[in-house]
């Protein structure tokens, strides 16, 4: 018996009509073999914890089991603002879903497959640098608890493959609880097959959103928990401060996990208007764009969903998402402050801190977690990340005395001991760091993939200290703040 007759996989996405994708199989790469494999997840979903030949010649292409119905998926998008209605999986295949023992049904999805109909002027190829990129970034996501695909696992190859120099084809095993993008539904609504795109919600609803089944208005109430889990997903980014780099809407998953990992990267020093991406010369993804461009992208699935849902609702479900976003981000800040109770001069407090961080240019990760250790360590540690003394004082001074008329839920004084470690909690310690990504990509470039592993741990626990760990915790070296990512990949 086969380990594919062992665990339970559905191929329901191949069941819908052929205007929704193309069937294609895996193009093999040549001597391809493990660099790494994410065993949590595969327990999770009932694969070996170790990664075996039999896995790698089926997520490959060697040996593409009968249980599988491998298919690249047909969806269009706005990229940087412009509709292009010629995109779909181009070197992405969808090869089955599984489901957890508690039920869970996630896309077990290649990254890197080869060519497809989509592929455009593209090679179907996927290299090893960008696809270490995804697996570590996306495992750092889920270590910090915000809604991401993940990687089950990583090959790499000696197929020659083209990009500003030559290197190697990778292969990125994506899981996810989907794969549909709002890019999905601008494509039914823009080649106006609006029989097809009714079908894709209906299949949305059923496979996703099933409390919206049977209501009077479902697809008002799909879009309404797009809107919402789009909300909290920018949130926990802006809280964090994660740039994505390319907030197209081919890149928007409609369950709000955070999706495609291109140019992305993670605030350093306080930035506001950091840009990731190297080829976004206008600055259209820029850190303090993304709440404005994910409303845009979510305008754009709402206007694609016009025979579907009334207008009224579109617009009452749009005007939502700014309350929702402010919402959850305003919770986080407070956690990430400590500040459970609402006073009237915490607005100020907030104000004067993220002024003065940008001013100062001050590490926003270290930042966070140093006023998480005001338990353990002195103020004077939290001053000393700002040039400007007097000022950082002067705050500090401020935030503890709000800290000390901060009550619990019994209405009594909360110890800084206590608030500490709740701020902990949420204020990582360990971040993925482009400098960090790029020595584990050198390593892995010269075929050392321990870097990459040690990495992959560390950021599963993100808020642990860590003591062994502790030089990743380091501010970036020089070289590393300037690391310009492009687009290719
Ligand atoms: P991305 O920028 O990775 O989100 O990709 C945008 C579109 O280009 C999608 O339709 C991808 O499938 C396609 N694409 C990106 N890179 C390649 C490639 N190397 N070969 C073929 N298609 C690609
Ligand atoms: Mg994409």
Redesign the pocket.
């Known amino acids: 018996m086969s380990f594919w007759d062992i665990v339970t996989l559905t191929t329901r996405f191949s069941e819908l009509p052929k205007a929704f994708y193309t069937p294609i199989d895996p193009q093999p790469l040549s001597n391809t073999r493990w660099v790494t494999w994410n065993s949590d997840l595969a327990k999770h979903y009932g694969f070996p914890d170790k990664p075996t030949d039999e896995l790698l010649q089926a997520f490959s292409g060697q040996a593409v089991p009968k249980q599988f119905a491998p298919l690249a998926m047909k969806?269009a998008?706005h990229?940087f603002g412009v509709y292009?209605p010629?995109?779909?999986?181009?070197?992405?295949l969808l090869l089955a879903e599984v489901a957890s023992k508690s039920g869970q049904v996630a896309d077990i999805h290649v990254k890197?497959a080869g060519?497809?109909p989509?592929?455009?002027?593209?090679?179907?190829?996927?290299v090893l640098r960008s696809s270490v990129r995804e697996y570590l970034c996306s495992e750092a996501m889920a270590g910090l608890g915000i809604a991401t695909t993940r990687a089950l696992g990583l090959m790499t190859s000696d197929t020659p493959?083209y990009r500003e120099k030559q290197e190697y084809g990778a292969l990125l095993i994506r899981m996810a609880d989907t794969h549909i993008r709002f890019g999905h539904f601008e494509h039914f609504f823009y080649t106006n097959q609006l029989d097809q795109q009714k079908l894709l919600a209906d299949k949305v609803i059923e496979w996703y959103f099933p409390e919206c089944a049977g209501q009077e208005n479902p697809y008002a109430m799909m879009f309404n928990q797009i809107v919402d889990k789009t909300a909290l997903m920018i949130a926990q980014w802006q809280a964090v401060g994660f740039a994505h780099g390319?907030m197209?809407t081919?890149?928007m998953s409609i369950l709000g996990q955070t999706f495609?990992y291109?140019p992305f990267g993670f605030l350093d020093d306080y930035q506001p208007e950091f840009i990731c991406n190297h080829s976004d010369y206008q600055g259209r993804y820029a850190f303090d764009q993304q709440p404005r461009i994910a409303l845009w992208n979510l305008s754009a699935l709402a206007h694609s969903l016009s025979a579907l849902i009334e207008r009224e609702d579109l617009e009452q479900a749009l005007n939502q998402y700014e309350v929702q976003l402010n919402g959850y981000f305003s919770e986080m800040m407070r956690k990430k402050l400590g500040l459970f109770t609402r006073l009237p001069e915490d607005g100020a407090i907030f104000d004067t801190m993220f002024e003065l961080l940008a001013a100062n240019k001050v590490d926003y990760t270290r930042f966070f977690r140093q006023i998480s250790m005001l338990d353990k360590a002195k103020p004077q540690e939290v001053i000393d990340l700002f040039l400007d003394r007097e000022q950082a004082t002067q705050w500090l001074d401020s935030y503890i005395a709000r800290c000390e008329r901060e009550l619990n839920s019994e209405g009594e004084p909360v110890s800084t001991a206590q608030r500490c470690e709740k701020m902990r909690q949420v204020n990582p310690k360990y971040i993925l760091r482009n400098y960090l990504a790029q020595i584990a990509i050198d390593r892995a470039e010269e075929g050392d993939f321990s870097e990459l592993e040690r990495l992959a741990e560390l950021l599963k626990k993100p808020f642990d200290e860590q003591p062994h760990n502790e030089h990743y915790a380091k501010l970036p070296p020089e070289w590393g703040k300037t690391l310009e990512i492009s687009?290719s990949?």
């Open positions: 969806y998008g990229q292009n010629d995109l779909g999986d181009g070197r992405g890197g060519l497809t989509y592929s455009r002027m593209g090679d179907g190829r996927a493959v390319v197209n081919d890149n495609d291109g687009c990949s």
